[in-house]
């Protein structure tokens, strides 16, 4: 996850954890490193158990009992499977920063192109559940029935298609990616020819930041401005659950710009000082290293918090928990309580020539919009 390159003349021009030159004075950064052997283990050890309890949650409840009924609920599955594959990569990540990488290039290579692949996918896939959230309400059809064969295939080509995508894009850590050697201590690092280093690098740096960060954003903004106002529209709906479902949409908006938008800040920076050379100190070196450690951290909470975004905030699958867990208990000889499965955010968007006989059936997945 580190970055290194060399220019012809050797010089070290990227900013990253590897002692380098500025103006033949040498930039000593055994403080950035001493502060990731710390930090970054503890806040991957804390990502890792509590993202994979919600993920692992997520993808058991969806593959075993929860019909997938919209491309919201393929896409969820998707997003949980991507974010459990991305924190597998932690522990790796962790002993890295501790011992460094010893191994080997070959797992260097695929842990840096699974970290890579799972973190783009997993923004792609939150784009695409709010587009099909807008395209739900444009035709006035939330949960439309969408289980023939030949639309759950549709919607396997739309996950896989944002897999390809992001894989992709990917291609160039499994590509550049090696075990280099600084100061004798090993890093799993992507290492780029010295004639591309430069480009490469910064336009890399660029185009994570539209991918992963501002064009989902940008599209989340627009879809969930559109299913804002057909929810302040929505006839037949009290008005507490319509505030209900429009505080879920600004807290999916929210959530992915407070851990997103710190990280690509920085991620922006590090662009900027690869072309311009804008970074000149020493300390101000240091201090962008450590910067980049606490918001990727914080970018990778995110995958810890889909889960409860996505999938618990829904009815249909808090529900299959809820009953999950009272049969576990009636097994185990005790008596719970009957689930009480209402709808949280769940409300109803009924076309004026439906009837409440239509609407109200449990089969029709035309009659309830869920975030």
Known sequence: ME??????????????????????????????????????????????????AGNALVVAVYTSRLRLRTLTDMC????????????????FWAADA???????????????FLYSTNFSCGM???????????????????????TSSRVRRQWLIVCGALWALASFFALPELIFSTVKENHHRTSCTASYPPSMARPAKAALELLEVILRFLLPFLVMVFCYSCVGRALTKAAGVRRERKWRALRVLLAVVAVFLLTQL????????????????????????????????VTESLALAHACINPVLYAFIGSSFRGHVLKAAKHLGQRLGRHSRQVNEEPA??????????????????????STFTI
Request: contains cysteine; proline residues 3%.
């Open 345 to 366: 955010v769940e409300i109803a968007l009924r076309t004026p020539s439906q009837n409440p006989s239509e609407s109200g059936s449990e089969d029709q997945d035309t």
């Open 76 to 91: 969820i599955l998707n997003l949980a499977i991507s974010d459990v594959l991305l924190l597998f990569t932690l522990p």
């Open 3 to 52: 970055d290194f390159y060399t220019t012809e003349e050797g010089d070290m021009y990227v900013n990253d954890t590897y002692d380098y030159d500025y103006e033949h004075s040498l930039c000593e950064k055994d403080s950035v490193r001493s502060f990731g052997s710390v930090f970054l283990p503890i806040i991957y050890a804390l990502a890792l158990v509590v993202g994979l």
């Open 124 to 146: 792609l896939l939150l784009a695409c559940i709010s587009v099909d959230r807008y395209w739900a309400v444009a035709q006035n059809s939330a949960g439309r029935t969408g």
């Open 262 to 293: 710190p990280y690509n800040i920085v991620k922006l920076c590090r662009a900027m000082d690869i072309i311009y050379h804008l970074v000149t100190d020493c300390e101000v070196s240091k201090g962008l290293d450590r910067a980049q450690q």
């Open 98 to 112: 501790v011992h460094g990488w010893r191994l080997g290039v070959a797992a260097c290579k695929i842990n840096s």
